[in-house]
């Protein structure tokens, strides 16, 4: 499977980004997607994922109310709408595959997410 994430750049603070993932082969009845962000000297954190427990969408606190993800199955593509960016925001996003029958989405980490795009870079300047 191969994801290709695009959209970042740099927005001010108070701005909006729209990130797309498309993937091929398969569909969004073979995977979970998940979208992560790595900022310079930390980890990966998960920033929206479906919940596999619910089918529910997770996200995290920091993000929660800000971002929006949403999926368009006839394009093979995931989205990840960002508004009302903080600085702290600023990171590479990247978008990640967990297969079907996985229980660990991103609420638990990123362990189990399989397949990973390159990671789009978001920078947030003040």
């Known amino acids: 499977v191969q994801l290709v994430e695009s959209g970042g750049g740099l927005v001010q603070v108070g701005g909006s980004l729209r990130l797309s993932c498309k993937f091929s082969?398969?569909?969004?009845?073979?995977?979970?997607i998940g979208w992560f962000r790595q900022a310079p000297g930390k980890g990966r954190e998960g920033v929206a994922c479906?919940?596999?427990?619910?089918?529910?969408?997770y996200y995290p606190e920091s993000v929660k109310d800000r971002f929006t993800y949403s999926e368009d199955d006839a394009e093979n593509t995931v989205y990840l709408d960002m508004n009302d960016l903080k600085p702290e925001d600023t990171a590479v996003y990247y978008c990640a595959a967990l297969p079907w029958d996985s229980y660990d989405d991103c609420r638990f980490g990123d362990a189990h997410y399989e397949h990973w795009g390159q990671g789009t870079q978001v920078t947030v300047s003040t």
């Open positions: 479906i919940d596999t427990g619910d089918a529910s969408t």
């Open positions: 082969p398969g569909t969004l009845s073979s995977f979970f």
